[in-house]
């Protein structure tokens, strides 16, 4: 029993010290010749299984996991905070407009000072902030994850620039966040959503004032009613597609939650045939109306391929340009700063692909159906 | 430890750079930890990122009591395996029995320099009694010294020295006949 015990601490001497100290197996059993028959075999299995052990998750994985942890952390936090505020009848983007005033007001010249700054400067939050309010006033989607193209081009000029510097701390900090801004252009052109199952969903709201923001934009409208009370009914007002889309860049994945404050609008069709003996004013010039929705939805239809278009090209440029930036750079920065760097360059080459890849089976579906 | 301090009690009050930093020093040793118990690693990806949001949303009540942060993953990994197998017993499974071949009878000495794969790796733990199998995640997968894993398992060190010892020359055998 004595012997056996002193087995079991000498072999978990010998481990730790192969392990963490940097002795072979033989420097450590020859502390123990007596026992280094037995022993070696046994330190060997240990080790093998050790180094058999030394995976890692994907890449991307970990960088969208972190992502969506945070994400939903920040929901979380922001719902609390809305319970409490005493600006929740407030909308958002009437929030932004007021902070970006008072932040050109209050600052001009230090939002402008600030734009060319890096991680490693003073003023290097001010950007951030710049950054956050412009992209809370961007009312669409694509419009979004253009502007996150244009940030995450930024943030790899500031990566190269950190790693040359050997400025570690800022260069990892950057690097998360150009991870972050690319999974958020992700979910934004569609290529990603937050997965229901790894996260927690929202507390239940009551089903008649839930409106998905999605559905209120894209009804046709065609069917929605025209805008005159009607008694018993309750009409919720028209609903700007800034409103709709209201949420800041890092919650972009979130289509499946309601949003509490805006109502159903209730869709009532347009009746066939209008009274024959009173006609109303609006009968009348009807399929003019009819006509002009549908040019008027042609052209939002066309806008928004071609947004789509010129988003593929941004990225198209960008998939080269960044890479090679990235690669440049490796070449050039100290040791320390490599693995960061390999991680940045590892997760923009899959998000670019996936990204483009999307974008062209939109098109080519899009294609298909003209 | 006084910085892990410091650093909890920042991502306590929702500090994404130090949720970011706990994240990144825990991420990679949780998910061997999950991929040694239940042997899919895809899975364990997303099991991984369960625990962290679960640990991350639930950090204000997080007492240290003396022990590291990773213990207290660890902890939350673990009821996570624990529900995972729960959830799989009701579902038909092939028993390792019939995937796993191997017997005590060969020479394990000429086998033992042969590189291990994950999967061996995973059916040979399969075969452990459940407390070795805890101290090789623990201690192999999640990197956790004698003394951390003795305080997780509530077991004194030398029984953890003793479990060690004795799983390995079981891993041993089972690889090498494997």
Request: net charge negative; hydrophobic share 40%; with cysteine.
């Amino acid at each position: 029993m004595k012997n056996d015990k002193e087995l079991d601490n000498i072999f978990e001497e010998c481990l730790e010290r192969v392990l963490t100290g940097g002795e072979t197996i033989e420097q450590c059993l020859a502390s123990f010749p007596e026992h280094a028959t037995e022993l070696k075999p046994l330190l060997q299995t240990a080790l093998a299984a050790r180094e058999t052990l030394e995976i890692a998750p994907r890449p991307e994985f970990r960088e969208r996991a972190r992502y969506q942890i945070l994400t939903e952390l920040r929901d979380m936090e922001e719902r609390k905070q809305h319970r409490f505020s005493l600006f929740a009848w407030q909308p958002r983007w009437a929030t932004a407009v007021i902070a970006v005033l008072v932040l050109l007001m209050a600052s001009g010249g230090t939002v402008a000072a600030a734009g060319g700054s890096m991680p490693d400067q003073t003023l290097y939050p001010v950007k951030l902030a710049t950054e956050n309010v412009r992209m809370a006033l961007i009312p669409s989607k694509l419009g979004k994850a253009e502007y996150y193209a244009e940030l995450v081009d930024k943030r790899v000029s500031e990566i190269v620039n950190m790693a040359e510097a050997g400025k570690l701390e800022h260069l990892e900090a950057t690097t998360r966040r150009m991870n972050d801004q690319l999974m958020a252009m992700s979910v934004l052109v569609g290529t990603e959503e937050i997965a229901p199952v790894a996260l927690t969903a929202p507390p239940a709201a009551p089903e008649d004032v839930l409106a998905p923001a999605e559905t209120a934009v894209e009804a046709p409208a065609m069917l929605v009613a025209p805008q005159e009370p009607q008694p018993g009914v309750m009409m919720a007002p028209p609903l700007p597609e800034a409103a709709a889309e209201k949420s800041p860049p890092a919650r972009a994945g979130e289509p499946q939650k309601g949003k509490p404050g805006i109502k159903a609008t209730p869709a009532r069709p347009i009746p066939e045939k209008a009274p024959v003996l009173a006609p109303t004013p609006a009968a009348v010039p009807e399929p003019v109306i009819e006509v002009a929705e549908e040019d008027e939805e042609e052209e939002e239809e066309d806008e928004k391929l071609d947004k789509r278009a010129k988003l593929r090209n941004v990225l198209a440029q960008y998939a080269r340009k960044h890479p090679d930036a990235l690669r440049a750079a490796l070449q050039r920065a100290p040791e320390s700063a490599k693995p960061a760097l390999r991680r940045a360059l590892e997760v923009s080459n899959i998000e670019y692909e996936k990204l483009l890849e999307f974008l062209e089976e939109e098109d080519v579906e899009a294609g298909a159906e003209d | 430890m006084q910085n892990e301090e410091s650093l909890v009690q920042r991502a306590k009050e929702q500090d994404e750079a130090a949720l970011t930093q706990l994240y990144e020093e825990n991420f990679d040793k949780i998910y061997r930890y999950i991929v040694l118990k239940i042997g899919d690693r895809t899975e364990a990806e997303d099991m991984t990122q369960q625990v962290f949001l679960k640990a991350f949303k639930s950090i204000s009540g997080y007492k240290s009591r003396g022990s590291p942060f990773s213990s207290w993953l660890f902890r939350i990994a673990r009821n996570q395996v624990v529900d995972h197998w729960r959830k799989k017993s009701k579902r038909p499974t092939v028993p390792l029995e019939e995937t796993f071949v191997g017997s005590g009878n060969s020479n394990p000495s000429s086998e033992t320099e042969r590189k291990m794969d994950i999967e061996n790796l995973v059916l040979a733990t399969k075969q452990l009694t459940s407390l070795q199998r805890e101290v090789v995640s623990l201690r192999f997968a999640g990197g956790l010294s004698v003394a951390q894993v003795a305080r997780l398992m509530g077991k004194s060190e030398g029984a953890i020295k003793a479990l060690q010892h004795s799983a390995v020359v079981s891993l041993r055998r089972m690889l090498a006949t494997g």
